[in-house]
Nanobody, 120 residues
Framework: VHLVESGGGLVQAGGSLRLSCAASGTIFRINDMRWYRQAPGKQRELVAAITSGGFANYADSVKGRFTISRDNAKNTMYLQMLSLKPEDTAVYYC???????????????WGQGTQVTVSS
């Protein structure tokens, strides 16, 4: 199973970006999917998460600005980021709990990360 993020880049404060995370490989089912981020010198933090049924939750710092979504048919997750702030600058990682067979109970997979830089 591979997770590939895309959509990062450089944007001015107040701008927007849309990140994508596509899962490929032997996939029976994808449970939770999440976006994490890690800024220089800081610990990785959870930004947003979404269940297979579409229930979402967010870190307080991004509520009202970021929207997580997923297309189960395409095994893809998205993060729409609006009103970006310099403090949103980080490497964004996607995570997915992927079952490769019906007998799996859990499978932790990570993407390679995509850089988001917000200039002031």
């Amino acid at each position: 199973v591979h997770l590939v993020e895309s959509g990062g880049g450089l944007v001015q404060a107040g701008g927007s970006l849309r990140l994508s995370c596509a899962a490929s490989g032997t996939i029976f089912r994808i449970n939770d999917m999440r976006w994490y981020r890690q800024a220089p010198g800081k610990q990785r933090e959870l930004v947003a998460a979404i269940t297979s049924g579409g229930f979402a939750n967010y870190a307080d710092s991004v509520k009202g600005r970021f929207t997580i979504s997923r297309d189960n048919a395409k095994n893809t997750m998205y993060l729409q980021m609006l009103s970006l702030k310099p403090e949103d600058t980080a490497v964004y990682y996607c995570y997915a709990d992927v079952l490769t067979t019906r007998w799996d109970t859990r499978g932790d997979y990570w993407g390679q990360g995509t850089q988001v830089t917000v200039s002031s």
